[in-house]
């Protein structure tokens, strides 16, 4: 089987982001042709060098495109309007593949893939990795009517013109019902998480991340991830501020974003507060394992609480329970399975008090872990996971 992806937003384990594709080429392309056609922008990310920008037997077409979460709305717009025209340009010139598959963010990505699949008579498949034009529009990023009104119609229509249809979570399969498409079209392959690299950790080289940090006799909360416009970071800045008097409570931040001056600069006036730079996946386990607790965060907006956010599968993975801001299913999977915890997004006390409260539990803590880790091996396995986009692939190939 001859398949051709589109992901304008390939990275690697050696970039910060999480490599959910990377994973899935890599068992794919032993199998089967994969031809991906992506952007380079990733590339720049890079933080270590262990692994190759493309699994071995992928074939790769790229644009040259910059993108970064810094980005403002018009430059982001003219990234994504860039990689489509060059995306259609590199997939119109493949051979003619069995399947297209198509990642977005963004809508432009599975756009290009319907006009190609229309016009070379070929399947195709939507994977929806965030809720588009519905994000945005939440976010305040596209305040005309008459413009939401033709995303909400682009989007419904990519839909139906997909053979099949590929969400993140339950709530985003939900979501797609209720724009009237049959729950038959849809498959829930969770974000997951690389289980190889969580067992990989070894313990004395988490004793001596604690040591080269000073966190000995500390309780560590990890925040991992973007500082993202939609991550609620004004809300954290409170939550650390208000906690900076528990000398033995550490917040830990890893990562890069739009909010990165403002948590600098709370970094400089409080001693509970340690900024690192991102990591490549392989460190982000080790700091996963150093963690009591952490910490996945969004703002109080209902299409937020429909993501599927690779930190939270991370930390389960690597026995460390979560807390989540938002009333979605991770808040009901996490309370279900007792692995996890919510306090209310945009209400600091609530958080502060929350954080106070489970920290002064640490067998509990302890407990919850390890419940996180087994529901992790049966259910977040990227090696498993790739299987059932396999047979999604398989399907409609044929």
Request: positive net charge; proline residues 6%.
């Amino acid at each position: 089987m001859h398949i051709a992806v589109l992901n304008q937003h390939h990275n690697t384990p050696d970039c910060p982001a999480t490599a959910r594709h990377y994973t899935y080429l890599e068992y794919l392309a032993q199998k089967h042709r994969v031809s991906l056609v992506a952007s380079d922008a990733w590339r720049r990310t890079c933080i270590a060098d262990n692994h190759t920008w493309v699994p071995e037997g992928v074939e790769l077409h790229e644009s040259h495109v910059p993108y970064e979460n810094k980005m403002g709305i018009r430059q982001r717009l003219k990234s994504f309007v860039g990689f489509a025209g060059s995306a259609f340009k590199m997939t119109m010139q493949l051979q003619k593949p069995d399947v297209i598959w198509a990642v977005s963010t963004p809508l432009t990505t599975p756009w290009v893939a319907a006009q190609v699949a229309r016009l070379r008579g070929v399947p195709w498949v939507f994977e929806v990795q965030d809720l588009w034009p519905s994000f945005p529009i939440a976010m305040g990023a596209v305040k005309n009517k008459w413009m939401q009104r033709r995303l909400y119609r682009l989007e419904k229509s990519l839909y139906r013109s997909a053979s099949h249809i590929i969400t993140l979570s339950p709530d985003m399969t939900e979501y797609v019902v209720g724009r009237g498409i049959s729950r038959e079209k849809i498959t829930t392959n969770y974000n997951g998480t690389n289980l190889e690299m969580v067992e990989a950790v070894r313990p004395e080289e988490v004793e001596a991340l604690r040591h080269k940090h000073q966190l000995q006799d500390k309780q560590v909360v990890l925040y991992a991830g973007t500082y993202g416009r939609a991550n609620d970071m004004p809300t954290m800045l409170q939550v650390i501020e208000s906690l900076a008097g528990e000398q033995q409570i550490r917040f830990v931040f890893v990562g890069a974003g739009y909010y990165e001056p403002q948590l600098q600069e709370l970094a400089k006036r409080v001693p509970n507060l340690l900024l690192l730079p991102p990591q490549p996946r392989t460190e982000i386990f080790k700091l996963f394992k150093l963690a009591d607790l952490s910490v996945v965060s969004f703002n109080d907006l209902p299409i937020l609480a429909t993501n599927s956010p690779a930190k939270m599968y991370d930390s389960l993975a690597s026995a460390t329970p979560v807390l989540v801001t938002n009333p979605g299913w991770t808040k009901t999977f996490l309370e279900e399975h007792s692995c996890g915890w919510f306090a209310p997004a945009e209400q600091p006390s609530a958080i502060a008090q929350k954080v106070k409260e489970l920290l002064a539990q640490p067998q509990e803590l302890q407990a919850a872990g390890a419940r996180g880790a087994a529901i992790a091996r049966k259910l977040f396995d990227r090696q498993q996971l790739v299987r059932q986009v396999e047979k999604v692939l398989e399907q409609v190939a044929r």
